[in-house]
């Protein structure tokens, strides 16, 4: 069974920055791509970032210039650093990996962290 876990969310100012990471355990083979949603309250959940084999990025236009998303291949792991944050960028977030765990690639998700940004 694969599981993601989330970290790093918390309270932080406007303008100031965090760091989320989100780790994968279980029977991995490879992953493909590696993704950050959010979801405010009484909204849906929406696209952040993501990063697929071979770097190539991609991100939301609300973010662009001040988030930046990462992989560390080896440790299984995706990152996303926020930075200049915004009240608006309050949300829970989530990672997602879409892992080949057995004959086919499979989507997965994390629990969610907690983002508020206070103004």
């Known amino acids: 069974q694969v599981q993601l876990v989330e970290s790093g969310g918390g309270l932080v100012q406007a303008g100031g920055s965090l760091r989320l990471s989100c780790a994968a355990s279980g029977r991995i083979f490879s992953i493909h791509s590696m993704g950050w949603y959010r979801q405010a309250p009484g909204k849906e959940r929406a696209l952040v970032a993501f990063i697929i084999s071979g770097e190539r990025t991609d991100y939301a236009d609300s973010v662009k210039g001040r988030f930046i998303i990462s992989r560390d291949n080896a440790k299984k792991m995706v990152y996303l650093q926020m930075n200049s944050l915004k009240p608006e960028d309050t949300a829970v977030y989530f990672c997602?990996?879409?892992?080949?765990?057995?004959?086919?690639?499979?989507?997965?998700w994390g629990q969610g962290t907690q983002v508020t940004v206070s103004s």
């Open positions: 997602t990996m879409r892992v080949m765990a057995g004959t086919t690639y499979a989507d997965y």
